[in-house]
């Protein structure tokens, strides 16, 4: 698929909105990402995953990794379709933990997946966590770098989909100095 088939696969689902939106952090964007809509739809989860799996098969893994919850649902795809398992973290007392028994060999190969990748601070605390529980973290993978390819994790990086999206702040932002109205994404309309 290409880049832009991709993108349609996001738009159809309202993944992938474009107008003038105010995020959780207060910043206001011309593009608002939300991957849980189009992981919904197991049939385009599985078809996503794929072809990120595909272009993370060299890396010989055998485990697939990520930091829950948004990642959870792309490492089982991605792990159905390199044929390994997937695992995935949990915050506890704020701090990224294995639990539910799960558990990796000294050294084994693992890849970190996530829907989104946003910042390095939060995917740096999920490699680290995999690292302490033996991993030999090779590689990362996303379906969408928010970054625009700008994220350096310090390993191999490869997303379906490179967005650049501009965050501005309220008094800068030139969607409201155009009088766009802003929405909240993901909250029902108040009046
Ligand atoms: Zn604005």
């Known amino acids: 698929m290409t880049e832009n088939e991709l993108l349609d696969v996001f738009r159809k689902s309202s993944a992938l909105l474009e107008g003038h939106f105010i995020l959780s952090s207060g910043l206001h964007s011309d593009r608002y990402v939300q991957c849980a809509l189009v992981l919904q739809h197991p049939r385009l989860a599985e078809q996503l995953c794929s072809e990120l799996a595909g272009k993370l098969r060299h890396l010989g893994v055998s485990v697939v990794a990520a930091p829950a919850l948004g990642g959870v649902l792309v490492a089982h795809e991605v792990a159905r379709a390199l044929g390994v398992r997937s695992i995935f973290t949990e915050r506890q007392d704020g701090q990224m933990t294995l ?64 967005l650049k999206i501009e965050n501005y702040k309220p008094e800068e932002c030139p969607l409201c100095k155009a009088g766009i109205p802003a929405v909240k994404p993901g909250s029902r309309a108040k009046k």
Do not use: M
């Open 99 to 162: 639990r539910r028994g799960f558990s990796l060999e000294p050294g084994e190969p693992t890849l970190l997946v996530d829907d989104l990748i946003t910042t390095v601070f939060s995917t740096h605390y999920t490699i680290q966590c995999f690292e302490h529980a033996g991993a030999k973290v090779l590689g990362a993978g996303s379906l969408i770098d928010r970054s625009g390819g700008t994220a350096d994790l310090g390993l191999p990086k490869t997303s379906l989909i490179n």
